[in-house]
């Protein structure tokens, strides 16, 4: 008796034009050579990237590249891109890949917009900014109660916003990161549960929840790729950013109180951390955006262009706070503060919901599916290639 099992595969003739529409996925001219997938340096007997996923896509398999966890752990080297005999650009397939993917996790529909549209991009962006300031006005003209004249000449410090502005920033902090975190529930669907599939011990999970953590904070696989520096810089802008969100969730106490001014508080000394590493990350990805020397930094997206510049103004706008606060100059401070948190916002809410960010979510949480699914024995060398004949 045959224990074969019969796969139904149909293709959707529409999957092609709904990757396009985020991006270049232009593979009219591979000849199937095979030439990137043995150049990429992260492919093994369990990940072969990029043929499989272009070639999900080419055929209309949307199940299969929905449920697809690679496209995530591409790490974007260009590798492929440059040994590519006929210049079909298999990195950005993948990056194409990965932005389609970002709006079918996202339930909200939003993604979908902004990383289709440049002008729902700028739109979303220019509309928070808006809201912000219409919060600064009705905040102190109306709450506060203060005359026009006084609003904008008045020389009082930050003080007055406080606590107001702990709830403020909690929000803006939180609500991203609940949108984050609910999108995991929708990609566990798509790779891992779901009709169909084989159930997954929960033993399986946790034995590798290190795999997740490990991931978050090494961002080791990217130490393959050939240029160095670019792990280096991406590090830093990541552990930088990491530990400004954490002290802005748990040391707003603290910065809203005169200790600020002590010079050997740790939360000073670990945000003139942050600060410094954020600095290096965003100043190396601009100088290689700008000489575009680099394969990755090739023909990037639009968003990846404003992002590091919202980026570098947040921490610019924060330092100049820093600065004015610390010299007791509390006018500039408080035009300082009010123009960090109309840069700020926008990138945090737009950006860090709906954008790129979302990435530092799910790549990791890739790697931690594929190396569950490794574990359980659902990941075999010959089932991958049963998975790439298709
Ligand atoms: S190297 Fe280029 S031509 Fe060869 S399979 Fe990859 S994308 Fe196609
Ligand atoms: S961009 Fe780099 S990691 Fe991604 S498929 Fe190409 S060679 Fe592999």
Known sequence: ????????????????????RYGRFDTSACYQCGSCTISCDLVTDYVSFPRRTIRYTLLGLRGPLLGSLEPWI??????????????????????????????????TGISSK??????????????????????IFFYHLSYVGLPLADFVAMPFGMEHMFPIM??????VLLLPMFLLV?????????????????PIAFSAYVAEAWTYVRHSVT???????????????????AAGTVLMLTIKLFGLRWFQTDSIYAFYHPQRWLGYIATAFILYGIGSII????????????????????????????????????????AGFALSCHFAFALHVIIATPMLLVEMSFGKWSHMIYRPLALYFEAVKERSGQRTPAKEAAGYAL
């Open 74 to 107: 591409c790490h974007d080297c260009g590798d492929c891109s440059i040994i590519c005999p006929r210049q079909a650009g298999p990195r950005l397939s993948m990056m194409t890949v990965r932005r389609f993917l970002t709006a079918q996790y996202d339930w």
């Open 287 to 326: 100088v290689g955006r700008v000489r575009a020397q680099k394969e990755f930094y090739k023909e990037t997206q639009f968003e990846d262009v404003i992002f590091p510049i919202l980026l570098l103004l947040t921490a610019l706008s924060g330092i100049a706070v820093h600065i004015l606060r610390y």
């Open 182 to 198: 609910s999108r995991i529930w929708r990609i566990w669907r798509l790779t891992m549960g779901g009709e169909g599939r084989v």
């Open 1 to 20: 008796m045959s224990n074969a099992t019969t796969f139904v595969v149909r293709s959707d003739p529409t999957l092609l034009a709904d990757v396009r």
């Open 114 to 135: 902004l990383l289709q549209s440049r002008v729902w991009y700028i739109g979303s962006l220019s509309f928070v900014a808006l809201v912000v300031v219409a919060l």
């Open 166 to 171: 702990t709830y403020f920033t909690l929000t």
């Open 219 to 237: 961002h080791s696989l990217m130490r393959k790729c050939p240029e160095r520096g670019r792990w280096l810089g991406h590090w830093l802008l």
